[in-house]
C-alpha cells in the first residue's frame, strides 16, 4: 500500500534538471468534455471518448518499464455530477504475481518474495499500479512542482513524502492491479503534513481515507501453510482470493510448484471507496477507466465544485514495482470544457 511519490538520490537531481528544462515547454492541461451521456467502465475505448482531446505525459525513473520510462495518455469528460478518465500506458506485461505462497518439492510452504528487497521495495512479485496526486492546497507545489513533498532518508529508497506545511494535503488516488482493479476500485488516500518519524509516524504524510468496511488482508502461513485458499483449494491463478470465496486451506490438493494467493480482497466501503474503475490489459498496454463524482464531501478529497478553476495533479505508474515507479515532477493541470 506505499505510493512514495519521490525519487532516490541519485535521480533527484535528474528530477530537478527534468523540472527545471520544462519550464519553457508547452504546459500539459488535461481539458474535460462535457458529455450527456456516460462511459461505460469497462476498460474499453467506446465511441464516447472520441469527443474528448487526449493529452500525453511523458514519465521516466521507474523500474521494470523499459529504459523507466513509458507515457500516459489522458482523456477526461463530465457529467452533471461526474468525471470519468480514461488513462493508456504501455507495459510489456500483465504484472499479478503478488508474493503468492508456493508450494516445495519436501511438501513445505514459501512466500516468494524479491531477493534483493531490504524492505518495502519488492520488484519482482509485486503488480501494477496507476495512481494520480490532486493538489488542494499545497502552495509549493503550484511553484516547485511536486519535488516540494518529498524528503529523502528514511530508510526508503523513494524516501518519504508529506506537506511542507500542517493543514495543507494533496487527494491521492491509487488503482492497484491486484488489491483493488479485481472489484473495480481505487484505493482513495490523502497526503498530509505529518513527518516521518520511525515509531510514531513510519509512513510519514501517506494516509488513507476513512472506510466502513472492505479492503484488503494478507492471508498469512498459520503452522507453515496457508490459512484460506480459492475456492476448490484450486491452485492461483488468481493472485487474489475475494473475501466472500475464501474457502480453509486443504494441503492434500496441491502440488510442489503449486501456488496460493497471499492477498483476500473485497470492496472498499465508506470514503475510501469514492473512485469505481475498470482496468484491462492487452497487447502490452493497459487501459484503465475510473470515475468519482465532481464533488464527495470527504474531507481529505479534492472537490471538483468550481468548473471554471484549473486543478492541478501528477500521475505515476508503476510496472510490477512497489515503490519505484515512473512519474514526471512538473504538474499537470484539469481544465472543464465550459457550456
Given at each position: 500500500m506505499r505510493w512514495m511519490w519521490g525519487i532516490t538520490a541519485g535521480a533527484l537531481i535528474l528530477g530537478l534538471g527534468l523540472l527545471a528544462g520544462s519550464a519553457d515547454a508547452q504546459e500539459v492541461?488535461?481539458?474535460?468534455?462535457?458529455?450527456?451521456?456516460?462511459?461505460?467502465?469497462?476498460?474499453?475505448?467506446?465511441?464516447?471518448?472520441?469527443?474528448?482531446?487526449?493529452?500525453?505525459?511523458?514519465?521516466?525513473?521507474?523500474?521494470?518499464?523499459?529504459?523507466?520510462?513509458?507515457?500516459?495518455?489522458?482523456?477526461?469528460?463530465?457529467?452533471?455530477?461526474?468525471?470519468?478518465?480514461?488513462?493508456?500506458?504501455?507495459?510489456?506485461?500483465?504484472?499479478?504475481?503478488?508474493?503468492?505462497?508456493?508450494?516445495?518439492?519436501?511438501?513445505?510452504?514459501?512466500?516468494?518474495?524479491?531477493?534483493?528487497?531490504?524492505?518495502?521495495?519488492?520488484?519482482?512479485?509485486?503488480?501494477?499500479?496507476?495512481?494520480?496526486?490532486?493538489?488542494?492546497?499545497?502552495?509549493?507545489?503550484?511553484?516547485?512542482?511536486?519535488?516540494?513533498?518529498?524528503?529523502?532518508?528514511?530508510?526508503?529508497?523513494?524516501?518519504?513524502k508529506f506537506a511542507p506545511e500542517a493543514g495543507q494535503h494533496a487527494d491521492m488516488w491509487h488503482w492497484k492491479r491486484v488489491r483493488t482493479g479485481p472489484v473495480g476500485q481505487f484505493d482513495d488516500q490523502y497526503l498530509d503534513g505529518t513527518r516521518y518519524d520511525k515509531e510514531k509516524a513510519p509512513e510519514a504524510g501517506r494516509k488513507s481515507d476513512p472506510k466502513t468496511g472492505g479492503g484488503y488482508a494478507d492471508n498469512k502461513l498459520v503452522d507453515g501453510k496457508p490459512q484460506w485458499a480459492l475456492p476448490g483449494n484450486k491452485p492461483a491463478a488468481p493472485y487474489w482470493i475475494l473475501d466472500t470465496e475464501k474457502v480453509a486451506f486443504d494441503d492434500s490438493k496441491y502440488k510442489p510448484g503449486d501456488e496460493v494467493p497471499s492477498i483476500i480482497i473485497a470492496p472498499f466501503t465508506g470514503d475510501r471507496a469514492d473512485i469505481t474503475a475498470q482496468g484491462v490489459w492487452k497487447d502490452g498496454e493497459w487501459t484503465l477507466e475510473f470515475s468519482r463524482a465532481l464533488t464527495t464531501g470527504g474531507e481529505h478529497d479534492v472537490q471538483f465544485s468550481d468548473l471554471t478553476k484549473a486543478y492541478t495533479f501528477g500521475v505515476a505508474v508503476f510496472d510490477n514495482a512497489q515503490v519505484r515507479h515512473a512519474f514526471n515532477p512538473k504538474p499537470a493541470r484539469l481544465t472543464f470544457e465550459q457550456r
Open positions: 492541461v488535461l481539458k474535460a468534455k462535457r458529455v450527456q451521456a456516460a462511459p461505460t467502465l469497462d476498460g474499453t475505448v467506446e465511441a464516447i471518448w472520441d469527443q474528448a482531446p487526449e493529452f500525453t505525459i511523458p514519465i521516466s525513473g521507474g523500474r521494470n518499464l523499459p529504459g523507466g520510462k513509458t507515457d500516459v495518455r489522458l482523456k477526461a469528460v463530465y457529467t452533471a455530477d461526474r468525471i470519468y478518465f480514461l488513462a493508456r500506458w504501455k507495459d510489456a506485461t500483465d504484472s499479478v504475481r503478488r508474493s503468492p505462497f508456493q508450494k516445495q518439492a519436501d511438501g513445505t510452504w514459501i512466500q516468494l518474495k524479491d531477493p534483493s528487497d531490504k524492505g518495502g521495495d519488492n520488484n519482482l512479485y509485486y503488480e501494477d499500479k496507476f495512481a494520480m496526486l490532486w493538489n488542494v492546497n499545497i502552495a509549493a507545489v503550484e511553484k516547485s512542482g511536486w519535488m516540494s513533498v518529498i524528503q529523502l532518508g528514511g530508510g526508503k529508497p523513494y524516501g518519504n
